[in-house]
T-cell receptor, first 112, second 117 residues
Framework: QQQVKQSPQSLIVQKGGISIINCAYE??????FPWYQQFPGKGPALLIA?????SEKKEGRFTISFNKSAKQFSLHIMDSQPGDSATYFC???????????FGSGTRLSIRP | GAVVSQHPSRVICKSGTSVKIECRSL??????MFWYRQFPKKSLMLMAT?????????EQGVEKDKFLINHASLTLSTLTVTSAHPEDSSFYIC?????????????FGAGSRLTVL
């Protein structure tokens, strides 16, 4: 019940295309859903996050779509650029717990 | 924004020696710090959670005598890998959360690559 399932494991997108990464969770106590971006040899960096009171959050080219009833959320990267090539992790946590549960990660490659 | 500094970024040591990795919150008070281990092309594996001034809570399967965690102040936590062996070689990452940001809003360090010869 603590798992966060992430797909796909890897993704190749042409420059200018839309990258979509999906995550699903089971624990209904989760109330915070961040996405992290990690470049090789670096620590993860918070990209964007959403709470379940909204169905969508947009920051620049990055959008989170959240479906509370389906217990799913996804990251959309519009106009994908080669600099977006990185590993992306979704995550989930609850306010009452200190742990964040990470998805397995998606290696995104943007082809020039 | 919140910044977490992790040092050293890379360390190579001989088998049997101990290595200390520092994690500092530079511009906020970190009430909770987390230590992760990451294998190549894998997700982050939580090793332990530490709150300032109290003992760390280790995840199942993590040897607390092997991986010593100290969180002596609101800005510093350390991970000491004792009697390191080649299988301890990995990428170790810390993260921190503060009172203002909330317990589940994490800032990560840049990670420390440990290689044990």
């Amino acid at each position: 019940q603590q798992q966060v399932k992430q797909s796909p494991q890897s993704l190749i997108v042409q420059k200018g295309g839309i990258s979509i990464i999906n995550c699903a969770y089971e624990n209904t106590a989760f109330d915070y859903f961040p996405w992290y971006q990690q470049f090789p040899g670096k620590g993860p960096a918070l990209l964007i996050a959403i709470r379940p009171d909204v169905s969508e959050k947009k920051e620049g080219r990055f959008t989170i779509s959240f479906n509370k009833s389906a217990k799913q959320f996804s990251l959309h990267i519009m106009d994908s650029q080669p600099g977006d090539s990185a590993t992306y992790f979704c995550a989930a946590s609850s306010s009452s717990a200190s742990k964040i549960i990470f998805g397995s990660g998606t290696r995104l490659s943007i082809r020039p | 924004g919140a910044v977490v500094s992790q040092h050293p970024s890379r360390v190579i040591c001989k088998s049997g020696t101990s290595v200390k990795i520092e994690c500092r919150s530079l511009d906020f008070q970190a009430t909770t710090m987390f230590w992760y281990r990451q294998f190549p092309k894998k997700s982050l594996m939580l090793m332990a959670t530490s709150n300032e001034g109290s003992k760390a809570t280790y995840e199942q399967g993590v040897e607390k005598d092997k991986f010593l965690i100290n969180h002596a102040s609101l800005t510093l936590s350390t991970l000491t890998v004792t009697s390191a062996h080649p299988e301890d070689s990995s990428f170790y990452i810390c993260s921190a959360s503060g009172r203002l940001s909330g317990a589940n809003v994490l800032t990560f360090g840049a990670g420390s690559r440990l290689t044990v010869l």
